[in-house]
């Protein structure tokens, strides 16, 4: 009994901090970019409503085996904080369909202006980086619902990625910036391996460019958008 009182509460914690990093990240986006990296590409809205819903459902079982009504009342909090969870959720998808840049920067300072057509991104970012001497090779996203296209370039080791609309932004960002990078990586030689330079990210509103810290600077500049560090494992994942 005890057991499912502990999951409930632990659940409500964990749904109201996922619903608190979505809300951030609809508000000031770049603040959350530079300050947590991490945070900023975790997929946090499903999550937050989830954790919430089975917040729930341990509060069912933990009133339906527990026969003293005073122990039924002490899971009001973790019921009222798997509300607040789902409410944070909600209230982040309103923020970021009315503010797509973020509420903070609505008056356009971190929007890109990269396209999320793959032929005028890859011109785009050519631009700016130099050609792509070993062409572009498409990234599959079938696994991936809502993401228009992903292609990498393995020469300039840079990778981009447009989504259907802002939400499938979120909860792929992450992912596919890690397949990128193991895509990239799979064509590159041991010497160019052994000397990976930094990464970074340059997130739009429904796009995605991952390559070179240096290059992802030139591209901040040129086309504007939200900038976050990349760590790449020695594995080759990114985190």
Do not use: H
């Not at 300039?156 to 596919?176: E, G, I, Q, V, W």
């Not at 939200?226 to 020695?234: L, Q, R, Y």
């Amino acid at each position: 009994m005890l057991l499912f009182r502990i999951l409930s509460v632990l659940c409500a914690l964990a749904s109201i901090a996922a619903g608190a990093i979505d809300v951030t990240r609809a508000v000031n986006p770049e603040w959350l970019a530079a300050t947590a990296p991490a945070l900023y590409q975790l997929p946090s809205t499903i999550p937050a409503v989830v954790l919430g819903i089975i917040t729930l459902i341990f509060v069912v079982i933990y009133r339906s085996i527990s026969r003293n009504r005073g122990a039924r009342n002490r899971a009001n909090g973790a019921i009222m904080g798997a509300i607040l969870g789902i409410l944070l959720a909600v209230v982040s998808l309103a923020l970021s369909s009315a503010f797509p840049d973020g509420v903070i920067n609505s008056k356009g300072k971190n929007s890109s202006s990269l396209s999320t057509s793959a032929q005028t991104a890859q011109t785009q970012i050519e631009a700016t980086t130099g050609e792509c001497k070993s062409g572009w090779t498409r990234i599959g996203t079938s696994s991936y619902p809502g993401v228009s296209s992903a292609m990498v370039c393995a020469s300039s080791m840079m990778a981009y990625a447009s989504f259907d609309n802002p939400t499938a932004a979120n909860l792929y960002r992450a992912p596919l910036q890690s397949k990128a990078i193991e895509t990239i990586q799979s064509q590159l030689s041991e010497s160019q391996l052994a000397n990976l330079p930094a990464f970074s990210s340059l997130s739009g509103n429904q796009q995605i460019v991952i390559g070179p810290t240096s290059s992802i600077t030139a591209l901040k500049k040129a086309l504007g958008g939200v900038t976050a560090s990349v760590d790449v494992n020695d594995d080759g994942s990114s985190e």
